[in-house]
C-alpha cells in the first residue's frame, strides 16, 4: 500500500525489469491500461499487449482490465510469471477475484493507496494476492514524492427557490415515511420503499422526490457560481472539476465551455480529451467519476469537488489526482459543500480518512450567507460549530498561516463576491490580512508594532481600493479581476459583463474586465 | 500419461484450474479435491506455488506441465526506469518554474 502519486506504477515496472519476468497488468479501466502501455514502451522500451477493448494481443507483457482479466484468465493464466493489480482494491469484488484464483503466476503485485474496502472484502487481497509488504501513510509521503496540498472548504447554500423545494420535499418524504412507520414499525426506509414503489404510486413519487432531492444538491446552481470564482482565482493554472452526476458535469461543461467526461463518452472522445488536457490545450475538466482512479495529469494542481459519493475511497482518489508531483507546485482542492444538506454528512465521512486529516484545511466559514446562495434562513447556527466543520481551520481565526496567500486570495474573493450582496460592507480583519501577507514571505511570528495584543478590524466598502494600515497595503477589495485564460469563458463574460437573471451594474466592481470604479474608499478602524 | 513413469504425476492446467493425473485415493494436498468426470485431482490454479512446496512433504513427484511462461522481451536496463521523461507544461510556452524564480 502506497499513497497515491507515489510512484506505484515505478515499482511495478523496476519489479518487470529487475527480475526480467512476462507480466501481466491488471487496471480497473481501458483508460489506465493505455496509460500504463505507454509507460512501459517508454521507460521499459518494451511493446505491451492490449488485451481487452476489442483487442486481443497475449504478449510476454500485457495489459488489461478486471474484467477481461476474468474472462481470458482460463486460457493465459499459466503464461505469466508475474501479475500486477492496479488498484487492487478492485480485486475481491464479486466476481474480479476469480482471475485471481484461475492464474498460476508465482510473483503477485498488488498496488493500491486505498485498500480498504466498505464490504469487508479486502481480507481476501491476503489471500490472493499476498500479505502487504510495504505500508506508507500520506503524510509521510508529503512533500518528497507526492505535492504538498491544502483543502478548502467552500459552504454554500441553496436559492430560495431550491431550498423552498428542497424543504417541500423533504416535509414529502418525512410525511410519507412517519405514515408507513406507525402503520408497520419495521418499515425500513432504504429497502421497503424501493421493493413497494413497484406497485404503489405514492411510494413512487416519493422515491422521485428523494431523487429530486439529491439532485438539487448535485446540480444547485451555486455551485456553478463557486466553480467560475475558482476559476477566476487560478487563471494560470489547468483545473479538473469533478461532479457526482453526468448532467451536473455537462452542466459544468456547458457553461464554462469546457470539455466533460462521462460515463458515455466513447473511447476516442475520451482519449482525445484527455491528450489534449496533457498537452495543455484544455484549461479545465469537468468529470463524474470516469476520472477518479489511477489517471495522470501532474500539470493539474486544482481540484474542485462538486459532491460525490459517501465514501472515503472515491475522496481519496480524487485527491490523488492532485498530487502528482511536479516542480513544488503546491494542490489545492476545493470542497464545494451545500449547508444543510446531506452534502454536510458526506463531506464530513471524508474528513475521516488521513489524507484529509494530515492536510492543511481551510474552511470558508465566513462566506456571507447570500454570497453563495441564501439558503434556509429560518435556521440559526448555534453558538458552537456544528460538527462538520471542527478541526478546520477557520480562515481568518487560524493562528499557523501554512498557506496564507490562500486565506488573502480566499477573502479578497469574497470581498469581490460582495457587489452580489445588498449588503454594505464586511469586515476584514486586516491585522490578519498582514499576518497572512508575511506568512506568505516565510515570517510566520510577524506582528504589526503596536498591534501584538488585540487586533484591528478595519471595515472596507465593497469595491474600495487596497486599504491603509500600519503603512502597508493590504488587497481587500476592489482589484479587477484576473481575466479568464483562453480555453475557458464563462456565462458571466457571454452576457456582456451582467450575471444572468440577476441585478448587477456592468463594471461595478465584481467580475466585469473593466477596472472598479473611483468610489471614494471609506476605512474605518474600531 | 501412459509415456511418464507411473510414480511421476503429470500437473496441466486446464482452463482455469490444475489438474493431477493421481489415483483416486492417494495423499494429495488437502486443497486438491476429485473430479469424477475426468478422473483426476483438481484445484484452483492460483495453489500452483504451493504445491511445487507441498510436493515434497507429501512426497510426490511432479512434472509440471501447467507453467508455460512467456520469456520475457528484451528491455532496457533497469535504472533506466528512474530517468524521468520531459512533461509538457501548462501553459504552454511558458517559462518553466525554475527559470522564472531565478
Known sequence: MKPTGTGKTEIALTAIARHRVSALIVTPLRDLMYQWQRRIRLELGAEAGVLGDARREVWPITVTTYESAWIHMKDIGNRYRLIVYDEAHHLPGATHHESALDSLAPMRLGLTATPERADGRDRMLIELIGPFVFEERLPQARGRTRAHYTIIRVPIYLTEGEQEEFDRLSRAIRAYVARRRREDGTFNWKEDLAKVSRSDPEAKGILQAYHRKLALVHRSAEKLRVVEDILRLHPDEQCVIFTASNRMALDVSAGFLIPALTSYSDKRERNAVLDRFAHGTYRALAACQVLNEGWDAPAAKVGIVLGGERGTREAVQRLGRLLRRSEDRPARLYEVVVEETPDVARARRRNWTDAYQSATRLSLDRVPRGVYGRGNRRRRAGPRAPRSRRGWHRPDMSRSWASADICIRLTTLVCRSLPRLNKAFVYVRVSTLEQARQGCLGMRHWRPAGQAAGRIGARAYAGARPVETAGRTVPTAGHPRPALPRGCTSTCDAAGGTQVGEHRVPGAGGYSRDPPPAAAPHTETC | ?102
Open chain 2, 1 to 102: 500419461m501412459s509415456a511418464l513413469p507411473d510414480r511421476i504425476l503429470r500437473l496441466r492446467f486446464e482452463r482455469g484450474s490444475l489438474r493431477l493425473d493421481a489415483p483416486p485415493g492417494g495423499d494429495v494436498p488437502q486443497y486438491f479435491t476429485w473430479d469424477d468426470r475426468v478422473a483426476a485431482w483438481r484445484t484452483e490454479a492460483l495453489n500452483h506455488f504451493r504445491l511445487t512446496e507441498d510436493a515434497k512433504k507429501y512426497q510426490l513427484t511432479i512434472r509440471d506441465d501447467a507453467a508455460d511462461f512467456f520469456d520475457c522481451p528484451g528491455l532496457r536496463p533497469a535504472h533506466r526506469c528512474f530517468v524521468r521523461t520531459k512533461r509538457p507544461r501548462w501553459p504552454p510556452g511558458s517559462a518553466p518554474a525554475g527559470a522564472a524564480s531565478s
